[in-house]
């Protein structure tokens, strides 16, 4: 009996696929002005990764208390995979 539940749940496992990655839009948040050095390099990782995921990369600028408001909205948002950000030095 035990074999056969073994064999029914390994069955309904390997049926059940994964949704490919990405299936949506991905959004860069990134700490700095828009026209800095960084938003500008950002705005172009952006591009490439887009055309290498076929998917849109959104960058999206977040000023404000050197950094800390846009790492803490990315720290807040759901850990789906979804939302990353560019930080420089």
């Known amino acids: ?7 029914v749940l390994l069955l309904l496992s390997a049926a059940a696929a994964a949704q490919p ?3 949506r839009s991905l959004r860069m948040v990134v700490p700095l002005a828009p ?13 490439e990764l887009a055309k290498s995921l076929g998917q849109a990369v959104v960058v ?3 000023l404000g208390a050197g ?8 720290a807040r948002t ?3 995979g979804y ?5 420089s030095q």
């Open 1 to 7: 009996m035990r074999t056969l539940v073994s064999a």
């Open 21 to 23: 990655w990405p299936a």
């Open 35 to 47: 026209g800095s050095t960084a938003d500008i390099v950002s705005r172009v990782v952006a591009t």
């Open 60 to 62: 999206e600028n977040k």
């Open 67 to 74: 950094g800390s408001i846009a790492m803490a909205e990315v």
């Open 78 to 80: 759901v850990p789906d």
């Open 83 to 87: 939302t990353f950000t560019f930080a």
